[in-house]
């Protein structure tokens, strides 16, 4: 579903932020990346819809080239959901019509079944009560899971987050994670930046480990864990366990 080829990255002329990266996921996998902060957690994820351009390599999704200036870019990231660490809703629209405006305006999806489909995804992510709410009246863990629900609404093949607990208070970060383990039981292929080593645990398929814009590391979560095979690693582990 994903993957990259010689991935190499630099901002400016000295900054080489990705150093050939090789990595595939498959149709269904969770993917966990890690890593200390500034290790390209971040760009790494933002290659995948062109939020970032590489200098050097490939990346493909779901037989789509996302580095060549040929691809349609909406057909990308339809393809393609991002969550981020901040919630971007829109904060004049409703709950519903943040979810519904994409569909309706990229898609081309009748209001109608916009409409029918907004509110099926509010029920999964246990937020139908507040389809006519505004951001601004939801906290920060409601918020996160609007935003979930508004990245599925294009029908994504593909669902990335880049720390999407981390802006949370504590008492939220399970509310989101709840739904994103749900989302990875319904088959969803997910890449999923975060330090949230429960969940690492109990949902990945595979663990990355990202250092100075390396891979380091790329193993099963319990692999990762009990065994890690780098002093990095071993490091990383020490500082956030
Ligand atoms: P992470 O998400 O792992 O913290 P990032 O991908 O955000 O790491 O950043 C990796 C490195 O690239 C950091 O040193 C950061 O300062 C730098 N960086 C990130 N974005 C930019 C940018 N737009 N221009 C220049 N340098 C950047
Ligand atoms: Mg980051």
């Given at each position: 579903m994903i993957r990259f080829n010689n991935v190499n990255k630099w901002y400016?002329?000295?900054?080489?932020?990705?150093?050939?990266l090789n990595l595939e996921v498959r149709q269904g996998e969770v993917v966990v990346v890690c890593g200390p902060s500034g290790s390209g957690k971040s760009t790494l994820i933002r290659t995948i819809n062109q939020l970032e351009a590489i200098n050097d390599g490939e990346i493909w999704v779901d037989g789509i080239q996302?580095?060549?200036?040929?691809?349609?870019i909406n057909k990308l990231r339809e393809e393609v959901g991002f969550v981020f660490q901040?919630?971007?809703?829109?904060?004049?629209?409703s709950v519903l019509e943040n979810i519904t405006l994409a569909p309706i305006n990229?898609?081309?999806?009748?209001a109608a079944q916009a409409n029918q489909q907004a509110l099926e995804l509010l029920e999964r992510v246990g937020l139908l009560n507040k389809k006519?709410?505004?951001?601004?009246?939801?906290?920060g863990g409601q918020q996160q899971r609007v935003a979930i629900a508004r990245g599925l609404a294009m029908n994504p093949r593909v669902m990335l987050f880049d720390?999407?607990?981390?802006?949370?208070?504590p008492e939220m970060i399970g509310e989101v994670l709840g739904v994103m383990k749900q989302l990875a039981e319904s088959g969803m292929t997910m890449m999923v930046v975060t330090h949230e080593m429960g969940f690492a645990r109990e949902v990945a398929d595979r663990v990355i480990f990202l250092d100075h814009g390396e891979i380091v590391e790329d193993t099963m979560p319990e692999n990762f864990f009990t065994?890690?095979?780098?002093d990095r690693a071993k490091q990383f582990l020490r500082q956030i366990l």
């Open positions: 400016g002329r000295d900054h080489h932020v990705l150093k050939n996302a580095n060549s200036t040929k691809t349609n901040h919630f971007n809703l829109y904060p004049h629209l990229v898609k081309k999806v009748p006519d709410a505004y951001p601004s009246n939801l906290s720390e999407p607990t981390s802006a949370l208070d065994n890690p095979q780098t």
